[in-house]
T-cell receptor, first 117, second 114 residues
Framework: AQKITQTQPGMFVQEKEAVTLDCTYD???????LFWYKQPSSGEMIFLIY??????QNATEGRYSLNFQKARKSANLVISASQLGDSAMYFC??????????????FGKGTKLSVKP | KAGVTQTPRYLIKTRGQQVTLSCSPI?????VSWYQQTPGQGLQFLFE???????NKGNFPGRFSGRQFSNSRSEMNVSTLELGDSALYLC?????????????FGQGTRLTVV
């Protein structure tokens, strides 16, 4: 069963505007972590932001914030003031960490973001 | 601090050959995970090594194997290459020590099987 769903294969945003990339997840583990990664055309996966399942507040890292709605099992990434350099693939990922184990990352299919000047 | 280093960056191999990819994690990181990325299947977990032991394994055939050395450097090997093994292979290092264990990725090795 697919555990991470990113429903937007591609998104366009105007430079300097904000954009929301959607991510829903499915897990029965009460303890998990949610991650967003950026992958430019060079191939490297760049860590952006993390949200733990027990975190009370939404995570923020500079221009990135995570809109975490636990009951809906969604973890949307918000990028404020988009820049041309934000054009890339964006992946949502989850790690189930119940029982003290460090599980592997499970990735969504990704969203290709294109920032228009 | 140096990042995750993967070598080589690009590789072209012939069907039936074998290949070895290398990953040097961030200094001090003990966990190394490998992922395969293809346009069709997306990012799939291959295996994870921690302190020289395979701790977790994905759903890949036995042709895919790996190991980790005492300095945490890791190698993955693919034997009897098939055309479908063409992919970007990403290595990630982390230092498990809590819930927030973000993985830091290398730039990947792009393998083409012809």
């Amino acid at each position: 069963a697919q555990k991470i769903t990113q429903t937007q294969p591609g998104m366009f945003v105007q430079e300097k505007e904000a954009v929301t990339l959607d991510c829903t997840y499915d897990t029965s583990d009460p303890s998990y972590g949610l991650f967003w990664y950026k992958q430019p055309s060079s191939g490297e996966m760049i860590f952006l932001i993390y949200q733990g399942s027990y975190d009370q507040q939404n995570a923020t890292e500079g221009r990135y914030s995570l809109n975490f709605q636990k009951a809906r099992k969604s973890a949307n990434l918000v990028i404020s003031a988009s820049q041309l350099g934000d054009s890339a693939m964006y992946f949502c990922a989850m790690r189930e960490i119940g029982g003290g184990s460090q599980g592997n990352l499970i990735f969504g299919k990704g969203t290709k973001l294109s920032v228009k000047p | 601090k140096a990042g995750v280093t993967q070598t080589p960056r690009y590789l072209i191999k012939t069907r039936g050959q074998q290949v070895t990819l290398s990953c040097s994690p961030i200094s001090g990181h003990r966990s190394v995970s490998w992922y395969q990325q293809t346009p069709g299947q997306g990012l799939q977990f291959l295996f994870e090594y921690f302190s020289e032991t395979q701790r977790n394994k994905g759903n890949f055939p036995g042709r895919f194997s790996g190991r980790q050395f005492s300095n945490s450097r890791s190698e993955m090997n693919v034997s009897t290459l098939e055309l479908g093994d063409s992919a970007l292979y990403l290595c990630a290092s982390s230092d498990p020590g809590g819930d927030r264990t973000e993985a830091f990725f290398g730039q990947g090795t792009r393998l083409t099987v012809v």
